[in-house]
């Protein structure tokens, strides 16, 4: 029996059944996290040349719970909202396995009403954290459930190591017709979403080294309480929206981005001073005014203060302020905080390949993940977009599956959960409820 801090060997509860071939694996993935309640069957086969895998999404559908009144997650409307979609959706998606010929299959009803054989899934993965409880529990239970039933394997997996295993799952789907977009170890990811700002060294399938993180909000956070202030109220009014993020970005950018002139700083130098609006307001990069002037170079993030300033600004031009201000405002604010996720980010880089002479050490690939990275100037700034990444789409869970990981059925949905081996709690394997499938070696 091989254990490994929170993983156990192999046990009667990770009993995996029957599985069929890795050639045609297929995947159960349920994802309720927050306010949003995603469903997917992926399946996964080997790629004709036999280096890889590719992948076919059979079937992916996501529902967000109506807060528009609160203008924020509520927390019971979310939970409520996962109550009541998350099994229709499942029904749905039922309906969209492939029909069975040889493999094992189960049945299903289809919306016609005919009982099909279709193909059972080999496993069941579900986010286990971290995030709000009720929710998180909401999908656990479900997932749970479902591997009970068809006796396959369960997997519970962290939200925050998908984030920087996407571009894994992208290039499986072959996204994007260019070169490769799985990256090797190792890389850097930027996680920038509502919940999260933070800047990760991934050296292993699950050992992954934080290097920044927010000392008071994250970025989607600050872009949303932001659009509150800059967005004229009508516009909130006829929006359908209820984060708005991506209100304010089209607010800033209507037109396509190329008619917005951006020219990056190339030095520290440039990025430091504030940069003087028509209107007279100016905003200052965070961390670059600090007393001491210590923090100009801290591997920190900081959004709180350019929040505080945008609010000042509006309050003080809240009868005054014109159409053509506000997307200024919108404009700069997302310049001045991309900018400085952009500082630390090639702070980072320098950092880490500094006298690195071994190849295969060297940091060669920026990940950019989480809700904020479909912005379109945040990707103007990464020089090189890649295919739009979203966190209804988990990509660690085959790594997992395939590295010979499952989850205990008593598992808990946890509301902390690092990623970090050198965290509290040992990071990604630290915590309770690992078990090793029969015959897997596990990759650290």
């Known amino acids: 029996m091989r254990r490994k801090r929170g993983v156990q060997g192999s046990t009667g509860t990770a009993k995996t059944g029957k599985l069929i071939p890795t050639t045609a694996d297929k995947i159960r993935i349920v994802f309720p996290f927050i306010d949003d309640t995603s469903v997917a069957v992926l399946e996964t086969s080997k790629k004709s040349e036999g280096v890889g895998k590719s992948a076919k999404l059979?079937?992916?559908?996501?529902?967000?719970?109506?807060?528009?009144?609160?203008?924020?997650?509520?927390?019971?409307?979310?939970?409520?909202?996962?109550?009541?979609?998350?099994?229709?959706?499942?029904?749905?998606?039922?309906?969209?396995?492939?029909?069975?010929?040889?493999?094992?299959?189960?049945?299903?009803?289809?919306?016609?009403?005919?009982?099909?054989?279709?193909?059972?899934?080999?496993?069941?993965?579900?986010?286990?954290?971290?995030?709000?409880?009720?929710?998180?529990?909401?999908?656990?239970?479900?997932?749970?459930?479902?591997?009970?039933?068809?006796?396959?394997?369960?997997?519970?997996?962290?939200?925050?190591?998908?984030?920087a295993l996407t571009p894994r799952l992208v290039n499986a789907l072959q996204v994007d017709s260019g070169e490769a977009l799985e990256p090797q170890f190792p890389f850097l990811s930027l996680s920038v979403s509502g919940g999260h700002t933070m800047l990760v060294h991934s050296k292993q399938l699950t050992h992954h080294t934080?290097?920044?993180?927010?000392?008071?909000?994250?970025?989607?956070?600050?872009?949303?309480?932001?659009?509150?202030?800059?967005?004229?109220?009508?516009?909130?009014?006829?929006?359908?929206?209820?984060?708005?993020?991506?209100?304010?970005?089209?607010?800033?950018?209507?037109?396509?981005?190329q008619q917005y002139r951006y020219a990056a700083p190339t030095t520290r130098a440039e990025e430091m001073p504030?940069?003087?609006?028509?209107?007279?307001?100016?905003?200052?990069?965070?961390?670059?005014?600090?007393?001491?002037g210590?923090?100009?170079?801290?591997?920190?993030?900081?959004?709180?203060?350019?929040?505080?300033?945008?609010?000042?600004?509006?309050?003080?031009?809240?009868?005054?302020?014109?159409?053509?201000?506000?997307?200024?405002?919108?404009?700069?604010?997302?310049?001045?905080?991309?900018?400085?996720?952009?500082?630390?980010?090639?702070?980072?880089?320098?950092?880490?390949?500094?006298?690195q002479?071994?190849?295969s050490k060297r940091v060669r690939t920026l990940v950019v993940s989480g809700g904020v990275a479909s912005n379109r100037?945040?990707?103007?700034?990464?020089?090189?977009?890649?295919?739009?990444?979203?966190?209804?789409?988990?990509?660690?869970?085959?790594?997992?599956y395939e590295a010979g990981f499952a989850t205990d059925l008593s598992c808990k949905a946890l509301r902390k959960w690092a990623i970090d081996p050198e965290a509290e709690d040992g990071g990604i394997l630290g915590i309770e409820g690992w078990v090793l499938r029969e015959g897997k070696e596990t990759i650290h």
């Open 357 to 359: 002479d071994v190849s």
């Open 210 to 257: 934080i290097l920044a993180t927010t000392t008071d909000v994250a970025i989607g956070d600050f872009i949303d309480k932001a659009a509150r202030q800059i967005l004229p109220e009508e516009v909130i009014q006829r929006s359908d929206e209820i984060m708005y993020g991506r209100l304010l970005e089209q607010f800033a950018f209507p037109a396509e981005m």
């Open 58 to 163: 059979h079937f992916h559908e996501k529902t967000t719970a109506n807060n528009a009144q609160y203008r924020g997650i509520h927390p019971i409307v979310a939970l409520e909202s996962h109550n009541s979609r998350l099994a229709p959706l499942m029904n749905k998606a039922l309906d969209a396995l492939p029909r069975s010929s040889t493999y094992p299959s189960i049945p299903v009803q289809s919306a016609e009403g005919t009982w099909l054989e279709k193909v059972k899934p080999d496993f069941v993965t579900v986010t286990r954290g971290p995030g709000l409880l009720p929710c998180l529990s909401t999908g656990l239970n479900c997932a749970k459930g479902l591997a009970v039933a068809w006796q396959v394997p369960l997997l519970g997996v962290n939200h925050m190591q998908a984030h």
């Open 377 to 400: 100037f945040l990707r103007k700034l990464c020089v090189r977009p890649r295919s739009k990444t979203t966190q209804t789409l988990e990509a660690n869970e085959l790594k997992m």
């Open 294 to 355: 210590s923090k100009s170079k801290a591997m920190e993030f900081s959004f709180s203060g350019l929040g505080s300033a945008i609010k000042r600004i509006c309050k003080g031009k809240e009868r005054t302020m014109m159409h053509d201000e506000r997307i200024d405002l919108a404009q700069e604010a997302f310049r001045v905080a991309f900018e400085h996720l952009a500082s630390r980010t090639l702070m980072a880089l320098e950092q880490l390949n500094k006298g």
């Open 274 to 292: 504030r940069k003087s609006s028509s209107w007279g307001w100016a905003l200052a990069a965070p961390l670059a005014e600090t007393r001491s």
